[in-house]
Nanobody, 124 residues
């Protein structure tokens, strides 16, 4: 079955850390840019980070820069999002996605395939 599966979400206190995983099955991630997005209740889905397909160049939204780190492990066919210094405003469902094109992107409309999401809740 071709799918992306996120894991690693949960409840964490202000200032804590979580590591999200995005694992692919049925296809390989190593030739695709991978993005992380998040969506809080009643809000639109927003771009968080992206990692390029070849040189592993990384990009971050200003709101998470310096706190989040995206990485990929092509052997494990997975992408990760290390989230440190978490704040209540980081609470959302986090989704990973493959891109339609060859380069990183920021709009949800540019995603080809989505995972089901993993919920992150940061308590104050």
């Amino acid at each position: 079955q071709v799918q992306l599966v996120e894991s690693g979400g949960g409840l964490v206190q202000f200032g804590g850390s979580l590591r999200l995983s995005c694992a692919a099955s049925g296809f390989t991630l190593d030739n695709k840019p991978i993005g992380w997005f998040r969506q809080a209740p009643g809000r639109e889905r927003n771009w968080v980070s992206c990692i390029s397909r070849r040189d592993k160049t990384t990009y971050y939204a200003d709101s998470v820069k310096g706190r989040f780190t995206i990485s990929r492990d092509n052997v494990r066919n997975s992408v990760y999002l290390q989230m440190n210094s978490l704040k209540p405003e980081d609470s959302a469902v986090y989704y990973c996605a493959t891109g339609l094109g060859e380069d990183c992107w920021v709009s949800p409309l540019g995603a080809h395939r989505w995972g089901q999401g993993t919920r992150v809740t940061v308590s104050s």
